[in-house]
Every structure is written in C-alpha cells, then in structure tokens.
C-alpha cells in the first residue's frame, strides 16, 4: 500500500478533527438550543398558571368561572399559543372553561392533576408540538378544580428547523475552509523539512561539512536540528579519524614491507653464501615481528572499542596490578640499573587484563626514556570523583607541542628513535582507549629535562577504596 505524504495524512487529520468538533459544536449548540426553549416555555407556563390561581382566588366558584370568566379570559386572550380548559370538580368533571382552538384532546382530561404542577409534552393531531400544564387548584368557595393549560410550540420548532437547515448548509462551507485552512497550516509547518531534505540529499561521505540552520525553527525541530548537527560532527570526526588512521596505518605498514621487499630481491639477486642468507631471514624476522606486533595491536584496539568488552568488568586491586607489571619489567629495568617504586592502593571495577596492558605501556615507555640509574615511581590515589594511577620518570622530557597528540595512533614525538626502539606507535592509543571503555580518561603533563608524568584517572562510579 503507498503512503501518502506526510501533509496530505496531518491535513486530513486535522480536517477530520475540525469537522468533528465543528458538528459536535453544532450538535451541542442545538441540544443546548432545545433545551433553553423548553426551560422558557416551561417557565412561560408556570407564570401563566400562578396568574390563573391568583384570579381563581378572587371570589370565583365553578358557577362564576363559566358566567363571568373575563378574568381569566384576559390571561389568556391575545396569545394565539395558549389554550385554557378548566374542569369542575369531581364526579361531574364538567369542562367550566375552554379558551383556544380547543388543542386538548379528551385524552388529555385523564391527564392527573395533583397539587404541584406537572407537565407533559405530546403532539396533536396537527403534528404541533404542545406542552401542557396540569394543576388542582383551589377556588374562593373551597371547592379544587382541575386546570389544564396548554402551549403550542410551533414556533419554537420553526426555530429549530430553520437552525438546523442553516447549519446544513454552512456546514460544507466550514469543512472546505478548515480543510483549506489545515493544508495551509502543514504546508507552513513542514517547510523546515524541506531544509533538512536538502541537507541529507547533500551529505556524503566524502562530504560531511553540511549542517541545518537553527535559526526560527519551532522548538521540536530547533532540537531535531542540533541533533543531526551534533550526529554529522561526530561523523565527520569519525570519518577524518578513520581517514587518518588508515593513511597511518598505511604508511606503517609500507616501511617494513619495503624493507622486506628490498632485502629479499637484493638477496635473490645473486647467488650467495649460507651465512647472508640467514642474515637476511633474521633482519626480516625483525620486520615480520613488527607487523605481527602492529597487527596484534590493531586487533587489540578493535576488541577496546567494542561495547561487550564491559560485560567482564570485576573488582580490581589498581596495587596488584601495577605490582605484577612491575615484576614482568623487573628485568629491563634492572639492565639499565632503574629504580621502580610502588606506593598506594585503590580498587576499581574493570577488566584486570586491559587495566595490565594500559600500566604495562605506561611503564615500558617509562624505563625506555628514563637516563640509567633514575627512579621511575608508581603512584596510586585514591580521591573523590574516583582514583588515579600515575606513572612518572625523568628524562629529556617532552615539548609541550606534542603532548595533546602524544595519545593519537603512530604518534611519535621522535620518529627516529622510536623506530629504532621497535615501538609501533600504538601503545598510548591503546591506554586511551582502555581508558575511555572504563568510562576514564588519560593524561600526561612533562618538564623539558625534568619529570614526565602519565596519569590513568578511573571515575568514582568505577572506584572503591
């Protein structure tokens, strides 16, 4: 089934709610109508019927109702709706007085009479609506008789008929104009969707620099806009880190292949003695272990930045883990005659391998920096938004341009020495990351020729003295 456009269901909509409201208006309009010219007619009755008791009061018996009734003639007499009958007492029920066209019907005699009044509403033989008042009223000579009243409502109903046949006709009228008037409406609400129409069929891949105007959009979409604002710059962050990472990785990647490539065609160039053929597998060995090493690394980045990767989350003793680090460089350290001091403890949840491997870069880039004979300390803080682990040794130290992109991929602030120390240039991303999956976050601050000091900081949502 095709789907309409999204102007033409909310103009429909709202034209069907419009043209809803406009007949329940009309209809309440015409039950309140009928309603108010019943209360009026009634109380015109109720008017009529204390005169008539009042004059029925004034010396009058059933004898003088009939001889001399110009009293209540009077009350009566001018109004071409009102009818009178007064019935004389029981058991005769002699009709004493009959003003009008003689409405009441002999059916209308067994109406009851009682002492309040009652009413009842009937159609004559003519199709006019009547209402009739019944009442037992008390003459000057102590005798009750029975007084019927009646009032033809004709023109209460020509009155209704002429509202209805009205609001048949306007009623077309309005829907068209509130059908009008809604599409009108949508069409001027939605415009702002044609901005976003435009803008989504502009972004590409190779193009994410589009974005919505939030100005003098309605709320709802003002929010909507900053949304996808907000979503194309992560995207194009994303999309620029990916692009970069993989000129990174690329160009990673070439150098040791190029030396592989090279060292095997100049071997295989001539014919030679045993011994360079192994010199030459084992310098290749070197640059396979350093792509294994990248690769490795590469997959260890991508399991990080998985979601799931939260699922093993345990409660983990910061000091255990620093100290198990500290024993497996136990060796290098003591190669180059440094000093690793451990002090503090806290205990945060988290995966304990990944928080090894994050400690574990730290400190080997700490013992490859440190001068021979130097102390690198290990310190562990326990504090209110959480705990901190920091990892300082001294050194050359490191230019403040290259601390905010110390944590980048195949960042290195010394290319050459780098290199020639067999870093891929991925071990502060990986802590960034281990860090980041944590909730946390690492930083570094440096001294040109002083200390350098690393810090990984756990949230207080993760941390546990």
């Not at 008390?138 to 009205?166: C, E, I, M, P």
Request: proline residues 4%; hydrophobic residues 45%.
């Amino acid at each position: 089934m095709r789907t309409g456009s999204l102007s033409m269901r909310l103009g429909l909509t709202v034209s069907l709610m419009g043209a809803g409201l406009v007949v329940l208006l009309a209809t309440l309009a015409y039950l309140a109508l009928t309603h108010e010219l019943e209360n009026l007619a009634r109380k015109g009755l109720e008017s009529k019927m204390e005169q008539i008791q009042h004059s029925l009061l004034q010396d009058l018996n059933p004898r003088d109702i009939s001889a001399r009734p110009h009293s209540l003639l009077d009350l009566v007499m001018g109004h071409d709706n009102f009818y009178l009958s007064i019935i004389g007492p029981a058991p005769a029920d002699t009709v004493l007085l009959s003003v009008g066209a003689k409405p009441q019907e002999p059916l209308l005699l067994n109406f009851a009479a009682r002492e309040q009044l009652s009413f009842l509403n009937w159609i004559d033989g003519h199709g006019n609506q009547i209402l009739s008042a019944s009442s037992r009223m008390r003459l000057s000579s102590g005798d009750n008789v029975r007084v019927l009243l009646s009032l033809n409502r004709s023109d209460d109903q020509a009155l209704l008929s002429a509202y209805l046949r009205s609001t048949v006709i306007a009623l077309p009228l309005l829907l068209i104009l509130i059908g009008m008037g809604a599409w009108w409406l949508v069409q001027r609400g939605l415009a702002p969707l044609q901005q976003f129409s435009r803008v989504a069929g502009k972004v590409t891949t190779q193009d994410l620099t589009h974005r919505l105007t939030v100005e003098n959009l309605p709320r709802e979409l003002s929010e909507l806009a900053q949304g996808i604002n907000f979503m194309l710059d992560r995207l194009d962050a994303g999309v620029q880190q990916l692009s970069q990472f993989s000129d990174d990785l690329a160009h990673e990647l070439r150098a040791p292949l190029t030396n592989l490539m090279g060292k095997a065609q100049v071997t295989l160039s001539r014919a030679r003695a045993p011994e360079d053929y192994k010199s030459a597998l084992e310098s290749s060995t070197e640059e396979l272990d350093r792509l294994a090493r990248i690769v490795a690394d590469m997959l260890f980045l991508a399991q990080v930045s998985h979601p799931a990767a939260r699922a093993s989350f345990e409660a983990v003793s910061l000091a255990d883990e620093a100290h198990r680090v500290m024993e497996l460089f136990a060796l290098s350290a003591e190669d180059k005659q440094l000093t690793l001091s451990l002090s503090g403890d806290a205990c945060v949840q988290g995966d304990r391998l990944m928080i090894q491997r994050a400690i574990s870069n730290l400190l080997s880039n700490a013992i490859r920096h440190s001068p021979d004979g130097s102390c690198i300390s290990l310190l562990i803080e326990p504090h209110a938004k959480g705990a901190s682990l920091s990892v300082s040794n001294p050194g050359v130290g490191i230019e403040a341009q290259h601390l905010p992109h110390l944590f980048e991929r195949f960042y290195r602030a010394d290319n050459s020495r780098a290199r020639t120390e067999g870093g891929t240039g991925l071990g502060l991303a990986i802590v960034r990351s281990i860090m980041t999956l944590h909730q946390g976050q690492a930083d570094v601050s440096s001294v040109p020729d002083g200390i350098t000091l690393f810090r990984l900081i756990f949230p207080h949502g993760l941390a546990r003295e």
